[in-house]
């Protein structure tokens, strides 16, 4: 069957690229990946997607959107902002058989839950994931703020979690890679470590040189798979766990105690209270915080909020 699926021949990517006079924009972050050694790569790490439905985020050229649909999806959705990628993606269309559904939107802004509703079957949140997997070489400048998007998606079920554990399967600069696999102690531990590790198991699949990407950019990028929890590490509310997690970062070097400060402004007995209850040093910096500590923060952040919201409204 799977065989069956494969694209008949096709102009290469670069051919296609001097035919209709194609080029990465740098505003749009844009790098392509030609090397269908290394987007076969990439939809191997994604796991089996044989009778998917295959979501790419920002196809381009379609290098990539070749891969996924070589790998036997039933539907691949494709997310492209770039209009200048049209005749290229349809050209990949026509020949998918009817696989390949094209949306030139904005994928921050995108309805993954109406696109994909007919397609995908939902599940639970304790089963396995469903049969939908998103998939991207996505541009350096949208891959923080998308992925934070996702993350506050994920406790409200919504978007592509609407369906179930989504699993995604994406490109990051090698530097945001770093900062989201950071464990504690690393320099590179951030916001984002921590708000991703408590709300997914995540698998780096594998790094790539900048020499792979046309244009070649200054940086590495790295691939990683991102499994949802069924039991986030920390039981708290989205907002209040990034407005406790944001602030202490916003002091990198200096101890907690500091960035403690701004949670409660103009309230000094509310922070001494604030580590007295939680039990967790004052004196640590915020990239030596483990998981444990930030729960037992926030825990104790929210319960003094909530206490002085009783005497306030009492």
Known sequence: ITAMKRLPPLPTIADLIRLYGLSAKSQLSQNFLLDLNITDKLVRSAGNLTGCVACEVGPGPGALTRSILNAGPATVIAIEKDRRFQP??????????????????????FDFEKACDQHVSRKTWEEDPPNLHILGNLPFNISIPLLLQWLSLIPKRQGPFHFGRTQLTLTFQKEVA????????????????????????IKLCFNMPGAVFVPRPKVDATVLKFTPLIVPKIDMEYNILETVVKTLFQYRRKIIRKGASLLFPGQPDRVVELFRLSGVDETLRPQQLTLEHFKDLTFCYRTILGNLSSVTTS
Not at 97 to 103: D, F, P, V
Not at 194 to 200: F, K, N, V
């Open 88 to 109: 290229s993606l349809e050209l990949l269309a026509e020949a998918s058989g009817g696989r390949l559904k094209l949306h030139y939107d904005d994928v921050l802004t």
């Open 178 to 201: 770093d900062r989201i696999m950071a464990a504690p102690d690393h320099p590179q531990r951030s916001r984002l470590s921590i708000m991703a590790q408590h709300l997914c198991d």
